[in-house]
Each structure stands twice: as structure tokens, then as C-alpha cells.
T-cell receptor
Framework: GAVVSQHPSRVICKSGTSVKIECRSL??????MFWYRQFPKKSLMLMAT?????????EQGVEKDKFLINHASLTLSTLTVTSAHPEDSSFYIC????????????FGSGTRLTVV | GENVEQHPSTLSVQEGDSAVIKCTYS??????FPWYKQELGKRPQLIID?????GEKKDQRIAVTLNKTAKHFSLHITETQPEDSAVYFC????????????FGTGTRLKVLA
């Protein structure tokens, strides 16, 4: 089945630094990937849709300059949290779909970001 | 846009009993409804899904029903086991328009041994 790899699984960074999170589709090509943020005991909040070869589409209220998304290839999307602050601490998770005919998403394993 | 509501937020059942989680959606154009199970600290896993051309789908102890007229769908787990304890999320989308899912708020299911 479809496999999505996300790295790193955990990261601790200092306030003001930037952190890059990678999401890879291992056995399929994904023209579209999604980035979610999940607070403890809460639902998955869609942050943005990552489109291969074009700009990401951000959800309302998500700062595009703070959460930079790059989808340079059909198997890799990256989320960079710039100038991180403690309030950015959260669980970030990506998802991807093989595409036409298979509507089910596969999620990455998630990244727990802690900003100190 | 689509809005998905999910109830209850928490649910405790005795092992062996059934559990039902309900979701309602607002966009009549939505036609694909997946259910995900998320264990603590892990990624959501697709457990069952249903498309709008069917009213019910079953996979062993798990079933999903869909009422398009009322715009609601439900997850049914029978003969619950402790390993069913997790958070369950429903979602709705129309894959012909977008792959973007709108998730429900989640239900924390606890199966008591």
C-alpha cells in the first residue's frame, strides 16, 4: 500500500530558529500533499495544500511567510517553520494520496515540534 | 464550504459492547466519507470509507452507514476490544473537486476491559 514517510519525528529548537520537516511518498507519486497541525486532544487542522511545481494554497488564518511549503518533486514536500516561537509547538503531520481512483489518504508519522 | 460535526467527543463502552460515532456534513456535494483511527502519538490510519453511491459498508467488526438525505454518516464498531481504544475522526470531501478533507472534531473511544 501507499507509504508516506515524515522526518524528523521529534525536534526541539530554540526560539527564533527555523525548522524544516520533510514529507515523502515512498512508493507513489503525489502531485498534492497536505499539511496539518494537531493540538493535544484536538482534531487535525488543515494548514495548507502543497502542489507540486506551484505555490501552496494556505488555509485562512495560516501565515504563509511563517510556514513555508515547498513541493519541488512528485515525492517530496517540505514544511519550514520560520522564526519559531513556543506557540508554534505542536504536532505537524502530512498526508498524500496516490491520486485518481484512490481517494484514501495516507498520513506521515508526524513531527512533534517543541520550541523552547 | 464544508463543515463536519462529530459526536460524541468521548465514548466509553464495556468490552464486547457496540460503539457508534456519528457525523453530519453540510455540503451536499460531498461524496466520499472516510474514517480514521488515531492511537496516541501515532498517525491516523484509514479504517473504512464509504462513497455516496452506497448506503452501508461493512468490514468485519466495523461498519459505516450513510444517509445522504439527512447528510449524516455513522461508524459502528461491534464486539469492541481494548485495542479499539483510540481517537476516531470522520471526514468528508468531494474528490472530483478537491482532495482536501474536512475532518470532524474526533471521538475518543475507551473500551473498558
Amino acid at each position: 500500500g501507499a507509504v508516506v514517510s515524515q522526518h524528523p519525528s521529534r525536534v526541539i529548537c530554540k526560539s527564533g530558529t527555523s525548522v524544516k520537516i520533510e514529507c515523502r511518498s515512498l512508493d507513489f507519486q503525489a502531485t498534492t500533499m497536505f499539511w496539518y497541525r494537531q493540538f493535544p486532544k484536538k482534531s487535525l487542522m488543515l494548514m495548507a495544500t502543497s502542489n507540486e511545481g506551484s505555490k501552496a494554497t494556505y488555509e485562512q488564518g495560516v501565515e504563509k511567510d511563517k510556514f513555508l511549503i515547498n513541493h519541488a518533486s512528485l515525492t517530496l514536500s517540505t514544511l519550514t517553520v520560520t522564526s519559531a516561537h513556543p506557540e508554534d509547538s505542536s504536532f505537524y503531520i502530512c498526508s498524500a494520496s496516490p491520486g485518481t481512483g484512490d481517494y484514501g489518504y495516507t498520513f506521515g508519522s508526524g513531527t512533534r515540534l517543541t520550541v523552547v | 464550504g464544508e463543515n463536519v460535526e462529530q459526536h460524541p467527543s468521548t465514548l466509553s463502552v464495556q468490552e464486547g459492547d457496540s460503539a457508534v460515532i456519528k457525523c453530519t456534513y453540510s455540503d451536499s456535494a460531498s461524496n466520499y466519507f472516510p474514517w480514521y483511527k488515531q492511537e496516541l502519538g501515532k498517525r491516523p490510519q484509514l479504517i473504512i470509507d464509504i462513497r455516496s453511491n452506497v448506503g452501508e459498508k461493512k468490514d468485519q467488526r466495523i461498519a459505516v452507514t450513510l444517509n445522504k438525505t439527512a447528510k449524516h454518516f455513522s461508524l459502528h464498531i461491534t464486539e469492541t476490544q481494548p485495542e479499539d481504544s483510540a481517537v476516531y475522526f470522520c471526514a468528508a470531501t468531494n474528490p472530483t473537486r478537491t482532495y482536501k478533507y474536512i475532518f470532524g472534531t474526533g471521538t475518543r473511544l475507551k473500551v473498558l476491559a
